[in-house]
């Protein structure tokens, strides 16, 4: 089915966004500090301010944007992290997106695509590994409508493993749909639609998406009008890094958000920014165009998060240990672990087949060693689905979590579905490091709410599930 983009406007003024990079272009340390007093009052940056700090080279000035962005991530996130894992439904695609592992000419790929019954135990294996947060990547193929992908959410829901646990939330990271089709999404209850334009420079886009409904920039650029239209107002957007100059797409993404907030009253519920990582059979993934440097990338990172700070920032297994580790202080609240990026990977006996998987992960640790690391880093671990469960998402969200809702809630929560996650699925080891540890932080929180906090987690001990505020 064609669907016209005709009448679309394209939002992104490509001049104007040079302009801004162009004239930001000199960070004099009096204009990045003025700025950062302004980010830290939590009111965010213009497009302009952003330009300034992405393009301060001085490695006294990173410290500085990069202490600034720890402060506001504290002050907001406190030390919590939601964890999820993707789980790959299909990689057939009918697409040639030139970085991507399952683009159509990429015969060397071995093309699947879950059966229900295949779904279910992918799905059991990720529940008895402790997940309640799914994040489902499918190809875009003509033969896989909004119908058979609200078909696979219902299948996801409505699998509870024999072991314990259930999948609470399920995020999407699909094609784009026209609105009835995102109509049907909301339906069946997603929680976050997630979709990336790749680069907002429309003449590279072109050239890389040459074939499939994904060469329409406008349709895709207008995904997130059509998602929220539809009522799914937990939207995640990103752009993939290395294909373009980066200081233009990480401003392009901040006008992606702000033209969302005018046009809906409010923006991004997630941002990603992933980094490409080699594919097979793809010169471009192993090549990027305009690599980026640690540097560039934690700084970028720090700088989103001085800009949304509401915002929640994304880091997927893509990035290796330690860039993890210390992009977790900086910016990022929610990150993936245990990934494995083909269908069926989670129930393969041969996991790791370069022939199905889409790209290369750089952080291969399972989930219980990842949430070890993090308890070490001082973070408390979260799979909370409170705020989604109960409506309050999109607007309603943004407004609680500008006052200072998210350490009243969400910490008492991710210390509930940590210590769910403590009783039913974590090794000796991790066991042995991490109680103590929710026991002081739930000393150490708010008097207001400790008693029943205190409470609850004796209930979850006792064998009581899914407690929340
Ligand atoms: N097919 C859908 C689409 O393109 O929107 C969704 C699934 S696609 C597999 C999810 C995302 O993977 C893409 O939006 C792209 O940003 C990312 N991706 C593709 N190839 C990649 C690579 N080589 N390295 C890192 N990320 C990649
Ligand atoms: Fe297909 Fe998405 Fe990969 Fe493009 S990025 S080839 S649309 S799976």
Do not use: L, S, V
């Given at each position: 089915m064609k669907i016209d983009t005709s009448g679309v406007q394209n939002f992104i003024d490509e001049g104007a966004i040079w302009d801004i990079v162009n004239k930001n272009s000199v960070a004099d340390p009096g204009r990045v500090r003025e700025i950062l007093d302004k980010a830290l009052e939590l009111k965010g940056l213009s497009l302009a301010e952003a330009a300034c700090l992405l393009q301060a080279e001085d490695p006294d000035m990173n410290q500085e944007i990069a202490s600034a962005a720890r402060k506001v991530k504290k002050a907001i996130y406190g030390n919590r992290v939601v964890l999820f894992a993707p789980l790959y439904?299909?990689?057939?695609?009918?697409?040639?997106?030139?970085?991507?592992?399952?683009?159509?000419?990429?015969?060397e790929l071995v093309r699947r695509t879950l059966t229900p019954e295949e779904l279910r135990r992918e799905v059991g294996v990720l529940e008895d590994l402790g997940h309640k947060r799914l994040l489902l990547v499918y190809g875009e193929h003509p033969k896989f409508g909004a119908d058979w992908i609200a078909e696979t959410v219902r299948t996801v829901y409505e699998t509870v493993s024999e072991k314990s646990g259930e999948i609470r939330r399920v995020n999407i990271n699909c094609a784009p749909l026209d609105v009835e089709g995102f109509r049907k999404l909301h339906e069946v209850g997603i929680g976050t639609y997630q979709c990336f334009q790749e680069t907002y420079h429309s003449e590279t886009y072109s050239r890389l998406h040459t074939k499939g409904r994904k060469s329409d920039y406008l349709w895709r650029l207008h995904a997130m009008h059509r998602a929220m239209e539809a009522g799914i107002d937990d939207v995640g957007m990103g752009a993939l890094l290395g294909l373009y100059d980066y200081r233009f797409d990480i401003l392009a993404l901040l006008a992606h958000a702000a033209e969302l907030e005018k046009a809906f009253g409010v923006g991004p519920h997630t941002l990603s920014f992933p980094r490409l990582e080699p594919a097979l059979n793809s010169e471009i993934a192993f090549n990027p165009p305009y690599p980026i440097t640690d540097t560039q990338f934690k700084r970028l990172v720090a700088v989103l998060r001085l800009a949304v700070p509401f915002t929640g920032l994304i880091l997927s297994t893509r990035e290796g240990r330690e860039m993890r580790r210390e992009l977790l202080d900086i910016g990022v609240s929610q990150i993936s672990a245990g990934s494995r990026t083909y269908p069926g990977a989670y129930t393969d006996p041969n996991y790791d087949r370069p022939d199905v998987q889409q790209f290369c992960v750089g952080d291969n640790r399972s989930l219980d060693e990842v949430v070890r690391e993090i308890v070490r880093q001082g973070y408390i671990p979260s799979w909370c689905t409170a705020c989604y469960r109960l409506g309050r998402t999109g607007e309603e969200f943004m407004k609680l979590a500008k006052n200072g809702f998210i350490q009243d809630f969400c910490r008492p929560n991710a210390l509930l579905t940590f210590s769910e996650y403590l009783q039913d699925y974590a090794s000796a080891e991790t066991r042995g490091i991490a109680v103590p540890f929710v026991l002081e932080e739930a000393q150490a929180g708010p008097e207001k709410g400790r008693k029943t906090l205190m409470d609850r987690l004796t209930r979850i001990e006792r064998g009581e599930r899914d407690l929340y505020f």
């Open positions: 439904i299909t990689n057939e695609c009918g697409n040639r997106c030139a970085y991507c592992g399952f683009k159509d000419t990429n015969t």
